[in-house]
């Protein structure tokens, strides 16, 4: 089993930044590709963007491209999300997930990321 942990979430203001951390544990090599997903209230949950632990290359959904940067550290087992120029269509529960082939079989809590105009 693979265990993730995010952290990072808040109230900003409109045009500002926050950095989600997302902390994997126990099985983390049975992993292929990490991904932070995010839903609004009366929203479906939407697939933010995503990365390769090996290769790092990375997935954005357009309505984030430009603003979110998705990293990680191997070393560490974490996988952050750098989001910038927040707008408050960017407020939502935002989820650390993880897939070992087609699908996202691991996920986090969630942290609320409020922004506020």
């Known amino acids: 089993q693979v265990q993730l942990v995010e952290s990072g979430g808040g109230l900003v203001q409109a045009g500002g930044s926050l950095r989600l951390s997302c902390a994997a544990s126990?099985?983390?090599?049975?992993?292929?590709?990490m991904a932070w997903f995010r839903q609004a209230p009366g929203k479906e949950r939407e697939l933010v963007a995503s990365?390769?632990?090996?290769?790092?290359?990375?997935y954005y959904a357009d309505s984030v491209k430009d603003r979110f940067t998705i990293s990680r550290d191997n070393a560490k087992n974490t996988v952050y999300l750098q989001m910038n120029s927040l707008k408050p269509e960017d407020t939502a529960v935002y989820y650390c997930?993880?897939?070992?082939?087609?699908?996202?079989?691991?996920w986090g809590q969630g942290t609320q990321v409020t922004v506020s105009s």
């Open positions: 990365i390769s632990w090996s290769s790092g290359d990375t």
């Open positions: 126990g099985r983390t090599a049975s992993v292929y590709r």
């Open positions: 997930a993880g897939r070992r082939v087609s699908t996202y079989n691991y």
